[in-house]
């Protein structure tokens, strides 16, 4: 009866350290998943302030009239924004108009240039 007992105490040790073997891997592969999304943000939040950034410079040439500064600042941010495109945030669609629409107004000035 006392190895019955001790059979059993051995058999629950064993569940146990498998269990938690199986949730020491679990959260180790939780905490590799929410490193990859913090430097995801990370990434995301540089390229959103280098674009935001690039943006407010193009929109500056532009009031100066310096359109090569303007041209030069915009491509910066269209690099940008074309990073953040590609994880498909709803901001960077937005900078993306912005973008555009900064090219057009760059454009039209051009065209009305002596």
């Not at 059993?8 to 490193?35: G, K, T």
Request: charged share 20%; aromatic share 2%.
């Amino acid at each position: 009866m006392k190895n019955c007992g001790q059979g059993v105490v051995l058999l629950a040790l064993l569940a146990l350290s498998v269990y938690n073997l199986w949730m020491s891997h679990s959260l180790q592969a939780e905490v590799r998943s929410l490193r990859e999304e913090i430097r995801s943000q990370r990434q995301t939040t540089n390229l959103m302030a280098q674009a935001m950034q690039a943006l407010q410079q193009a929109r500056e040439a532009v009031g100066r009239t310096d359109t090569a500064k303007a041209k030069d600042a915009l491509e910066t941010a269209r690099g940008a924004v074309a990073g953040l495109a590609r994880s498909a945030e709803p901001a960077a669609h937005w900078l993306q108009e912005q973008v555009r629409a900064l090219t057009k107004q760059l454009e039209s000035q051009r065209g009305n240039a002596p």
